[in-house]
């Protein structure tokens, strides 16, 4: 599956917003991919995973153990992806602020993928790296079904990215004055 194919999938369920966005990150963008109106039809989330489980098959040697996914973007992705790769799937969630594997314990030396659904600037995979690091678990590799930064994030692992699609964020004291002509809102879950 090739970038304009993945897009179709988002713009044909109205998950590309036009405004002006706070990201996770603190950037701003006039660009959001609302991936839960792609997520909320199985039939769409299954192509992107499937897709998806076959590049990371691929693309990353070795034994995988659990798919992680991040909560609350990672969650349908990683477990959608998990069911094509025939692993279980696991997540991470905040806990006052920070990712925590609340739910499960997993056996040092764990060989684990952490699947995405966005990425723009890399910090929620290195959280989650971190997190799983603290708990002995090997992180082999991380993957995404969108990286907003093409390929120039380094998240320390290798990054496996159905599509890539450069959307332009800029630091809240720099916006252009059309994007601070509009209200800004926050559609993330992070500090809620
Ligand atoms: O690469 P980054 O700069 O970290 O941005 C990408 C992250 O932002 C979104 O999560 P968010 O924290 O907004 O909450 P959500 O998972 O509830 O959507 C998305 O799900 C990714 O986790
Ligand atoms: O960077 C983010 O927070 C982000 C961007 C995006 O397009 N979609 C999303 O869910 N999060
Ligand atoms: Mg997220």
Request: proline residues 7%; glycine residues 10%; hydrophobic residues 45%.
């Amino acid at each position: 599956m090739n970038t304009d194919e993945v897009l179709g999938i988002f713009r044909e369920a109205g998950a590309v917003l036009e405004g002006h966005f706070i990201l996770t990150s603190g950037l701003r963008s006039p660009i959001f991919l609302q991936k839960a109106r792609v997520f909320m039809h199985a039939d769409k989330t299954e192509r992107l995973c499937k897709a998806l489980a076959e590049k990371i098959r691929k693309g990353v040697p070795g034994r995988i153990d659990y798919v992680v996914g991040p909560a609350i973007g990672g969650l349908i992705p990683a477990y959608e992806t998990s069911r094509h790769l025939g692993i279980p799937a696991i997540w991470v969630e905040r806990e006052g602020g920070e990712f925590r594997l609340r739910r499960f314990e997993i056996a040092k030396g764990s060989r684990v993928i952490i699947v995405e659904d966005i990425v723009t600037t890399g910090l929620s995979i290195r959280e989650t790296i971190e997190c799983l690091r603290e708990l002995g678990a090997e992180v082999v590799a991380a993957a995404c079904i969108i990286d907003r930064s093409a390929g120039k994030t380094d998240v320390g692992v290798p990054l496996v990215a159905l599509a890539e699609y450069e959307v332009p964020a800029y630091p809240p004291d720099r916006l252009p004055p059309e994007l601070a002509a509009i209200p800004a809102v926050k559609p993330g879950s992070r500090n809620i």
